[in-house]
């Protein structure tokens, strides 16, 4: 598996995995609508919103986002993003899989990838997730990689209507990790990237 910064390049292949949706039985999954409609609308939504991720990143908050590929295969994208990440050293992610693609266990080694590396690389050390009611995909990766409950808020999906989104917290000395190294390429142009200092 190999994660990558999306570029535009990859807008194309996103938008061939992600047609005609991402979530099984229509359940909420995302707070923004983005993966329902014609195929047109899918991958306009998937170009605007990387293309905000770039417009509003700044060291004090951002977003980066990850294409991941198995194979060379796109299978997915995995998020990260932080507010004030120099002085908290906390950060939250949220993705998304191909339908084909779930249920293969590349959900879990995904995060598991994400979290390994902010951790060790880029001195994170509380990481933050979360899934809507009855999202058990997502809840049963958080507790493979040893997250704990904290709490439950109220949200508004993507379907307008509030539903109750569970709270999951990591400690980065908690992190359950998979038998496979996490190689990082390019860590210090990212740390300065960040406004880290040198490893």
Do not use: C
Not at 14 to 21: F, K, Y
Not at 92 to 101: C, D, H, I, N, R
Not at 107 to 120: K, Y
């Amino acid at each position: 598996m190999e994660l990558s910064p999306v570029r535009e390049s990859d807008y194309p292949e996103l938008a061939v995995i992600a047609d005609g949706g991402v979530r099984r039985h229509g359940k909420p999954a995302f707070l923004i609508n983005w993966d329902s409609g014609t195929r047109e609308e899918i991958a306009r939504s998937i170009a605007q919103y990387q293309w905000s991720t770039r417009a509003n990143f700044r060291v004090d908050e951002w977003t980066i986002e990850f294409i991941v590929r198995v194979d060379g295969r796109v299978v997915g994208v995995q998020g990260v993003s932080a507010k004030d990440f120099v002085r908290t050293r906390s950060v939250s992610t949220g993705s998304w899989l191909a339908l084909q693609e779930q249920g293969k266990g590349y959900g879990t080694q995904m995060r598991r990838a994400v979290v390994t590396a902010f951790a060790d690389h880029f001195d994170a050390s509380v990481f933050h997730s979360g899934y809507f009611e009855g999202n058990d995909a997502s809840r049963r990766v958080s507790e493979k990689l040893g997250y704990s409950p904290n709490g439950v808020k109220t949200i508004i999906a993507q379907d307008g209507l509030a539903h109750p989104e569970h709270q999951l917290i990591l400690a980065a000395s908690n992190i359950v990790r998979g038998p496979d190294p996490v190689e990082v390429a390019g860590a210090e142009e990212i740390r300065r990237f960040l406004g880290l200092a040198p490893a």
